[in-house]
């Protein structure tokens, strides 16, 4: 069993759409997060939901808007995408305040916008 | 500002050849330290963590880690690559409770037969 999943794998998608990321995680774990990978391979945080509360919100624009029904799925939803959006999502898990607890990470979402 | 630095960009090195990544972090108080991999197309995949103890730290495929506290170091080894060691390295420091991870830029190795 994936211990992270995402879906889709692929998205292709043209400006201005809205579309969502799904991610799952079957570890147990109570913290789940989003990174993003530009092309360049660089990975920044974007969002952290420690029990479905958002416990980090860093500088993303607010057309992103994740969404923690319970606290074994985080989504992402994009609005009014742009090319700039274009990127690989990761979602990632850990066991929030545990200081031993590295993060597990998702295969990833390659979100290409034409 | 909290940064992680990796030294080499790019690596190109031989079979068999030794491998070391350097790491650097600015952050003056407790700190957790990781190297992640990421192969071709895939996800990261965590290699090895240092949290306390031991400041020489084994992972898996045959790396290993050294934290000097007093250089901000942690630097990535291997004594002899395989051409299956070829991907994208990454340093990260975690410095909050809350498992926020800083990365460092990345170092893609290529390892040539």
């Known amino acids: 069993d994936t211990a992270v999943s995402q879906t889709p794998k692929y998205l292709v998608t043209q400006m201005g759409n809205d579309k969502s990321i799904k991610c799952e995680q079957n570890?147990?774990?109570?913290?789940m997060y989003w990174y993003k990978q530009d092309s360049k391979k660089f990975l920044k945080i974007m969002f952290s939901?420690?029990?479905?509360?958002?416990?980090i919100n860093e500088t993303v624009p607010n057309r992103f808007s994740p969404k923690s029904p319970d606290k074994a799925h985080l989504n992402l939803h994009i609005n009014s995408l742009e090319l700039g959006d274009s990127a690989v999502y990761f979602c990632?898990?850990?066991?929030?305040?545990?200081?031993?607890?590295?993060?597990?990470f998702g295969n990833g979402t390659r979100l290409t916008v034409t | 500002a909290q940064s992680v630095s990796q030294h080499n960009h790019h690596v190109i090195l031989s079979e068999a050849a030794s491998l070391e990544l350097g790491c650097n972090y600015s952050?003056?108080?407790?700190?957790?330290l990781f190297w992640y991999v990421q192969y071709p197309g895939q996800h990261l995949q965590l290699l090895l963590k240092?949290?306390?103890?031991?400041?020489l730290v084994k992972g898996i495929k045959g790396f290993e880690a050294e934290f000097i506290k007093s250089k901000f170091s942690f630097n990535l080894r291997k004594p002899s690559v395989q051409w299956s060691d070829t991907a994208e390295y990454f340093c990260?420091?975690?410095?909050?409770?809350?498992?926020?991870?800083?990365f460092g830029a990345g170092t893609q190795v290529v390892v040539t037969p």
């Open positions: 990632a898990s850990s066991q929030g305040q545990a200081n031993n607890s590295p993060l597990h």
């Open positions: 570890l147990g774990h109570d913290t």
């Open positions: 939901y420690n029990n479905k509360e958002l416990i």
């Open positions: 952050y003056g108080g407790t700190v957790n």
């Open positions: 240092y949290f306390s103890g031991d400041p």
């Open positions: 990260a420091v975690r410095t909050d409770s809350w498992g926020k991870l800083q």
